[in-house]
């Protein structure tokens, strides 16, 4: 499989960069098929001296584009929604074979870019629909005009490449302002995918612009004056560069989607069997490389012998295959990269240093073909130590880590026990342990009986502490795209005795 890229987008065109002469690109990014290193599916020109290009074309289409009727930028969505429609099978086959996660879990990715419009325009529009208020005073009426930043930057992750983007760009154009989407360099064929599907849409030029390249590109943006949103979703260390980038500059809105070390609570009264999917799915779905994904599980003591043993057998019953070319249908496929391959290996090794349990090794296998794959593991230890560099850091791998406890009160103490507060779960049939939770745990999200790789895009998204900056994603990204201008409007003026002005002569 190659995959042909067609360079960056903007002024309404794909411009690929100069490859011979004097102006040609020297730097390549060149990516290889997780599931099959003998394959190569593209090669990525990074070209710097393009993105004041970018940039000025994301300016002179958000001069456009915010004085679009709210009418037509609805207009323009549906014809993206669409494109994608015409497209999702090609959509979720390049996911992936990019992130090497199972075509069936690609194909739900590509569905909810399909979805994530009608919620656009029904959930999150309304949040910032004008508001009007008569006689707010004797002889006035207020109003909100809820206006557009301005141009803006979302930066994507690698584990969902379409989706998560596509939420955070829909709701910054349907609020007027243009963009610049950067992906990540290690999913650029499916970043190119949806935009092929914006310019089949007809927007107008300078809307919608991609821009192609590393980590320095993507730096660049956020330095850059004329951007005025910067939407991120990745690593806790990024975020903190982009801050670093953005601080001195007020004119920015920095919202951040960052990781997380995800705590579930299994109680003594569970269902068992139904929390046994649930954790299944909460810890290896993406070869746990997903945000949201449970590293660490709160197990009680009365019925963790039983549900671990249990865990274990289901574990070993995964199957571990290419996306797409293989027998039976895998439930996890590779890992990205080697460097994630790397970490998570290391990150095994350091939990024997530790002297935690080891149920399930994590190891390299082997299949068909040559790639990331790996097995998941397990481990446990009967109390959390702060000091564990294990137990504390995001792991981005197939890991999942059992705590016993005995009261309510430590378990929740585990789940607030790390840097991170994304998201958390609890299996009970007791309620007042879960509004138990909901009081105590520190976290964005916090799923009853639900695994915590369950989210839906109507509600907000995003995490507390290291997890995120309090600027949530999903259904309220929209909040993050507009400013409010407030406005008195006198209805009556009566008449003015300037002689009576107090404090005139």
């Known amino acids: 499989m190659n995959f042909e890229l067609k360079g960056n987008y903007f002024n309404g065109e794909f411009v690929f960069p100069a490859t011979e002469g004097l102006h040609a690109v020297e730097k390549y990014i060149v990516k290889q098929s997780p599931a099959n290193l003998d394959e190569t599916l593209w090669r990525c020109p990074i070209e710097y001296n393009v993105i004041d290009n970018v940039i000025e074309s994301a300016v002179n289409g958000f001069k456009v584009w915010k004085k679009t009727a709210i009418e037509d930028r609805i207009s323009y969505l549906k014809k993206y929604q669409e494109q994608v429609l015409g497209r999702k099978e090609e959509i979720a086959k390049a996911i992936a074979l990019e992130t090497g996660k199972p075509l069936w879990e690609a194909l739900t990715e590509s569905a909810a870019i399909i979805s994530k419009v009608d919620v656009t325009i029904n959930d999150s529009l309304p949040r910032v629909r004008d508001e009007h208020i008569e006689n707010i005073t004797p002889d006035a009426n207020g109003h909100v005009f809820y206006r557009p930043i301005g141009p803006s930057l979302v930066i994507g992750p690698f584990n969902f490449p379409c989706h998560l983007a596509n939420g955070q760009i829909l709701s910054a154009l349907i609020a007027g302002n243009s963009v610049i989407f950067k992906p990540s360099e290690k999913t650029c064929y499916s970043a190119q995918l949806l935009i092929e599907c914006f310019h089949q849409a007809q927007f107008p030029k300078g809307v919608i ?101 249990r865990f274990h057998k289901l574990a070993k019953r995964i199957i571990i295959d290419h996306p797409i070319d293989h027998e039976k249908m895998p439930f996890m496929g590779p890992l990205i990269d080697e460097s994630a391959v790397n970490t998570y290996l290391n990150f095994v090794g350091m939990a024997k240093r530790e002297g ?150």
């Open 209 to 309: 612009n991609l821009i192609q390249g590393d980590g320095e590109v993507a730096s660049r943006l956020t330095k850059s004056r004329p951007l005025k949103g910067i939407f991120f979703t990745g690593s806790k260390e990024i975020g903190l560069k982009i801050l670093e980038n953005t601080y001195s500059d007020l004119s920015k809105l920095v919202c951040l989607e960052l990781g997380g070390k995800n705590t579930s609570i299994i109680h003594k009264d569970a269902n068992i069997d139904f929390a046994l999917s649930e954790l299944l799915k909460a810890s290896f779905l993406t070869s746990g490389q997903r945000c949201t994904s449970t590293a660490l599980v709160a197990i009680h003591n009365d019925i963790k012998d039983e549900f671990i043993s």
């Open 356 to 505: 935690i349990e080891e149920i399930m090794r994590g190891k390299s296998i082997e299949r068909k073909y040559r790639g990331h794959y790996v097995t998941p593991s397990i481990h446990y230890t009967d109390h959390f130590n702060h000091k564990s560099i294990f137990l504390t850091n995001e792991l981005f791998g197939p890991n999942c880590t059992f705590i016993s406890y005995e009261n309510i009160e430590e378990a929740i103490n585990i789940a607030n026990s790390t840097e991170y507060g994304l998201a958390s779960a609890i299996y009970t049939a007791d309620k007042s342990l879960y509004n138990k939770c909901v009081e105590e745990i520190e976290t964005g999200l916090l799923n009853y009986n639900r695994s915590t790789v369950g989210a839906s895009s109507q509600l907000p998204f995003g995490g507390v502490k290291n997890s995120g900056n309090y600027r949530p994603a999903a259904v309220s990204t929209i909040d993050a795209c507009v400013y409010p201008m407030s406005s008195l409007e006198v209805t009556t003026m009566g008449e003015v005795d300037l002689d009576n002005i107090p404090g005139l002569s």
